[in-house]
């Protein structure tokens, strides 16, 4: 995908980085999409944010989309993409497992460009929890398709990191991407972020930096 900057007639070609954030009711998408614009805004970006909501709870998460470029010096503003392309993702972030499966069967991951960001835990989908049996459909397949799917995959139990912290699963999510250094900014602007924001400061960084942690590897597993 390539962004064209438009002024009087005149074109230059840059690349904007594309972010898709796959997450359900009450995992708080909506404030790590903001902490994310915000976090480009201040670094002296442009940003742009859509989004498109599920069916209830677990019948369907919401998709949102988030693209960046760096500003023109001339002043000239980026055109930039509403809802996300197959194949030309750079950023895919589930805020629990099958969320990061359904993004792969969506194209959204590729194994030259992607950076997937995924939690482990389980939040069972309907067709799950209605068979009389046991229902829950096998992990296993997610992971080996994660394996071959993306260029670089952080995967782990972040709920229960943002449980440990007092805090919601977005702020160790937002952790988690500070640390791939797949956005070119540093830590401290993705803390300002928060702060920047104004509510919940304290226990969000505390998981921000429990995700950061578990990500580089200073923070062991249980």
């Given at each position: ?8 007639s ?9 972010i898709?954030?796959c ?16 976090l480009?805004?201040?670094c002296?970006?442009i940003?742009?944010?859509t989004?498109v ?25 980026p ?11 750079d ?14 069967l ?33 992990p296993?397949?997610?992971?080996d398709a994660?394996?071959?799917?993306a ?8 709920e ?5 912290a ?15 250094n ?5 830590r ?10 104004g509510?919940g400061?304290?226990p969000?960084l ?17």
């Amino acid at each position: 995908m390539t962004v064209l900057l438009r002024e009087n007639s005149a074109a230059v070609a840059t690349k904007p980085i594309s972010i898709a954030v796959c997450a359900m009711g009450g995992q708080g998408g909506g404030v790590l999409v903001s902490w994310i614009v915000s976090l480009a805004e201040q670094c002296g970006w442009i940003a742009q944010s859509t989004s498109v909501p599920g069916v209830a709870q677990r019948t369907g998460a919401t998709i949102y989309y988030i693209e960046i470029a760096p500003a023109d010096p001339a002043g000239r503003m980026p055109v930039l993409a509403l809802l996300p392309t197959p194949g030309e993702v750079d950023i895919v972030l589930g805020a629990e497992l099958m969320e990061g499966g359904r993004a792969m069967l969506r194209g959204l991951v590729t194994p030259e460009r992607t950076t997937l960001l995924v939690s482990t835990h389980r939040s069972y989908a309907v067709e799950e929890r209605i068979n009389p049996g046991d229902g829950r459909i096998d992990p296993a397949p997610v992971y080996d398709a994660a394996a071959f799917a993306a260029k670089k995959v952080i995967a782990f139990d972040m709920e229960q990191v943002a449980k440990e912290a007092r805090s919601v699963i977005s702020a160790v999510m937002l952790g988690a991407l500070a640390a791939s250094n797949a956005l070119p900014f540093p830590r401290k602007a993705f803390e300002d972020a928060i702060r920047n924001g104004g509510i919940g400061v304290k226990p969000s960084l505390a998981a921000f930096d429990r995700g950061f942690a578990r990500t580089t590897g200073d923070m062991p597993e249980p």
